[in-house]
């Protein structure tokens, strides 16, 4: 089963408008979440993270938001650029103990129609 | 930018030979990783390590192999490759820094991928 799961795989947006990502979770000891970005063909660039004690953060157009009663978080990039196309994943981490990893949702690609 | 190297970057080869996909990082990170990704899917755990001469088994079951002798290099083998490994192999890397709850600030910087065929 799914730890990490967003529903989207794909999602089309228009330049200059708002493009929202989503992804939810089932494991409540998660506290750590983070966003990659991927490019076919090379591997996937970090892009933000947030921490379970915050319910946003922002970094130039791209902002995370944590919902944690509803365990969802969803990336906003505002505004959308032709080169943001790309697939997008939400990972996950438990605690801050040595021995955690991360757990990858399965993407979603988005595309950023000039 | 991530300083995490992988070689070869595509590699096509027949059934049954043996092949060992290089990782190289020069952030002095002790966490490194592999992950297998199929196209459209999440990225799996294969292989991890906490630093030299630690290596565990991750959460998907894979007949690959690696080793941790330095601690900028992370070789994954497979002895004898089949078709059902043709897949994407990601290697990555990170510094966890400690803190309490909620403070984990560990963030996993990635290789460019070696994209493996195997015939």
């Known amino acids: 089963d799914q730890q990490v799961k967003q529903n989207s795989p794909s999602l089309s947006v228009q330049e200059g408008r708002i493009s929202i990502l989503n992804c939810d979770y089932t494991?409540?000891?998660?506290?750590?979440f983070l966003w990659y970005k991927k490019y076919p063909a090379e591997g996937p660039t970090f892009l933000i993270s947030?921490?379970?004690?915050?319910d946003k953060n922002e970094d130039g157009r791209f902002t995370v938001f944590l919902n944690k009663s509803a365990k969802h978080l969803s990336l906003h990039i505002v505004p959308s650029q032709p080169g943001d196309s790309a697939v997008y994943f939400c990972?996950?981490?438990?605690?801050?103990?040595?021995?955690?990893?991360?757990?990858f949702g399965p993407g979603t690609r988005l595309s950023v129609l000039p | 930018e991530a300083d995490i190297y992988q070689t070869p970057r595509y590699l096509v080869i027949g059934t049954g030979k043996k092949i060992t996909l290089e990782c190289s990082q020069t952030?002095?990170?002790?966490?490194m990783y592999w992950y297998q990704q199929d196209p459209g899917m999440e990225l799996h755990l294969i292989h991890y390590?906490?630093?030299?001469?630690?290596?565990e088994k991750g959460d998907l079951s894979s007949e690959s192999t690696v080793s941790r002798i330095r601690t900028e290099h992370f070789p994954l083998t497979l002895e004898s490759a089949r078709p059902s490994h043709t897949s994407q192999y990601l290697c990555?890397?990170?510094?966890?820094?400690?803190?309490?709850?909620?403070?984990?600030?560990?963030?996993?910087?990635f290789g460019p991928g070696t994209r493996l065929t195997v015939l």
């Open positions: 990555a890397s990170s510094e966890q820094l400690a803190g309490g709850i909620g403070t984990n600030t560990d963030t996993q910087y």
């Open positions: 494991n409540s000891m998660f506290d750590y």
């Open positions: 947030i921490s379970s004690i915050k």
């Open positions: 990972a996950a981490s438990a605690g801050n103990n040595y021995g955690q990893n991360f757990v």
């Open positions: 952030m002095g990170h002790d966490k």
């Open positions: 390590s906490y630093g030299v001469n630690s290596t």
